[in-house]
């Protein structure tokens, strides 16, 4: 059977809806809730949180003997105010794994208790070239050398207090969302890229009318950038998950912008060899453009569920991003054949 056709308006609109409401770890209440709202939009989705914030949607199947999950994730990278400054800025520590440097210069918010945001710019403290010359580019960056500039008028530790700001305020880096000619650049493609392209096969089903071959679960990740994101939200039942976050592309990598990836190793080994043939079988079968890779630097939510004892077999497929955990880059052809495999998987 041919696949039903993938909505990429819809698919572009809400990746653009995700990325511009702010979900550091933690702090991803907003977007859960934006993700729940675009899941009510299909009537027979369950749909229930978990204690730590997750989202669960369970879509009936025509079998029910062998249930299905696919999770993704929605929180991002970021960080968190760990000092208020004499001089009233903002030293930060971060939030998942990344280099300073890749954030240098990006515009912030800051997200206070009382529910008030507070703008600002992530710099060097040494930022200026008239005035500290040679060092700006000589001055290695880390979490001393990093500090949040508000938007406020403030010089002071006080006069920052006074704006609201906290020790243990959440700090979400801006997007920086472009799209141009099927490219999407833009922060934090990983893993909200993913999130649409899911939401994206729920819509391709539901406008042809389908049903998924067995009962799924679609998992909504809200801690996956710390390394237990997936590790609890399953039912005891469950037979496979599919992961699906972004394939990391660059030097050395069959990943690229335009293929979906089946990831069949990462740092933490080798994914279940079962479900990654039948992925691959499925992707062969409907010419889905796919590459298979091995990630040297790379966990999964998958393996988070595995590390807490999930007794299932578990596979990644995602589409590639270019400069991961940086200034990301995908293309829409990753994402709709991310899609697109979905869609095979939900009806085979
Ligand atoms: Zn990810």
């Given at each position: ?241 599919v992961t699906v976050d972004m394939a990391a592309v660059g030097?050395g990598q069959t990943s690229d912008?335009f293929h979906a990836s089946l990831c069949v190793k990462d740092?933490?080994g080798p994914y279940h060899h079962g479900l990654s043939q039948k992925l691959r079988s499925l992707a062969e079968e409907?010419a889905i453009p796919y590459k298979v890779d091995i990630y040297p630097?790379y966990?999964s ?13 578990v596979a990644l497929i995602g589409p590639g ?13 990753a994402?709709?054949a991310t899609?697109?495999w ?7």
């Amino acid at each position: 059977m041919s696949l039903p056709p993938i909505d990429t308006d819809y698919l572009l609109q809400f990746l653009t809806d995700l990325l511009n409401t702010p979900s550091p770890t933690g702090f991803a209440h907003q977007v859960i809730a934006r993700v729940e709202q675009a899941l009510s939009g299909f009537p027979g989705l369950q749909v229930t949180h978990t204690r730590k914030g997750a989202l669960v949607a369970t879509w009936a199947g025509k079998a029910s003997g062998s249930p299905r999950a696919l999770t993704a994730h929605v929180d991002t990278l970021g960080a968190m105010v760990k000092e208020i400054k004499s001089s009233g800025r903002l030293k930060l520590t971060k939030i998942g794994g990344f280099a300073w440097n890749t954030v240098e210069g990006e515009g912030c918010t800051v997200f206070t208790r009382t529910g008030e945001s507070v703008r600002g710019s992530l710099l060097l403290t040494k930022a200026s070239g008239h005035v500290h010359g040679g060092q700006v580019n000589e001055t290695k960056r880390d979490d001393d050398t990093m500090e949040v500039r508000l938007d406020a008028r403030t010089a002071s530790a006080d006069e920052t207090r006074a704006l609201g700001v906290e020790v243990g305020d959440f700090v979400a880096f801006d997007p920086r969302l472009v799209v141009t000619d099927g490219f999407v650049r833009s922060r934090h493609l990983d893993d909200k890229a993913c999130v649409a392209c899911l939401l994206a096969a729920v819509k391709a089903l539901y406008d042809a009318n389908l049903q998924p071959a067995q009962t799924t679960i679609l998992h909504i990740s809200n801690y996956e950038e710390v390394g237990h994101g997936a590790a609890s939200g399953f039912p005891p039942d469950l037979a496979e998950l599919v992961t699906v976050d972004m394939a990391a592309v660059g030097e050395g990598q069959t990943s690229d912008e335009f293929h979906a990836s089946l990831c069949v190793k990462d740092s933490g080994g080798p994914y279940h060899h079962g479900l990654s043939q039948k992925l691959r079988s499925l992707a062969e079968e409907h010419a889905i453009p796919y590459k298979v890779d091995i990630y040297p630097y790379y966990g999964s939510d998958g393996e988070a569920y595995w590390r807490a004892g999930g007794d299932v077999a578990v596979a990644l497929i995602g589409p590639g991003v270019d400069a991961s955990h940086s200034y990301e880059r995908t293309h829409l052809e990753a994402l709709v054949a991310t899609t697109q495999w979905v869609v095979a998987y939900l009806l085979s």
